[in-house]
C-alpha cells in the first residue's frame, strides 16, 4: 500500500491515489492539477522522510470543486455593560482529488 503524508491548506493530511480530501481554498479552475508537497512517502515496509529524497516525489491532485464550509457563529458577551456583538464565518474550501504519487 503506497500513501503519502501531504502539507495542503495549512494542514498535514493522509492520502492514497484515489482519496478526495478538502482543503483550504486554492487558486484555479475545476479540472486544475496541482501539486503537493509530500513530508512523508509510505511505499509497503519502506519510509522515505529524508528532504533529498522527497524531493524527487512528486502527488499530484485534480481539483473538483469550490465550496464553503459549515457556518461557526461567535458570540461576544460582557456582563452587566451591555456589550454583545454576534459575527458568523464560513471557511473557503477546495475538494481535490488525488491522482498520482510518483
Known amino acids: 500500500m503506497v500513501y503519502a503524508i501531504v502539507r ?3 494542514r498535514q493530511e493522509k492520502v492514497s491515489v484515489g482519496d478526495t480530501i478538502v482543503i483550504n481554498r486554492v487558486a484555479g479552475e475545476a ?3 496541482i501539486d503537493l508537497a509530500p513530508v512523508l512517502l509510505v511505499d509497503g515496509d519502506t ?3 529524508a528532504q533529498d529524497e522527497l524531493a524527487k516525489v512528486k502527488v499530484t491532485a485534480e481539483k473538483v470543486e469550490d465550496l464553503r464550509g459549515e457556518k461557526i457563529r ?3 458577551y460582557k456582563n452587566k455593560t451591555g456589550y454583545k456583538k454576534r459575527q458568523g464565518h464560513r471557511q473557503e474550501l477546495t475538494r481535490l482529488k488525488i491522482t498520482g504519487i510518483a
Open 8 to 10: 495542503a491548506g495549512g
Open 31 to 33: 479540472g486544475d492539477s
Open 47 to 49: 519510509v522515505t522522510s
Open 74 to 76: 461567535i458570540l461576544r
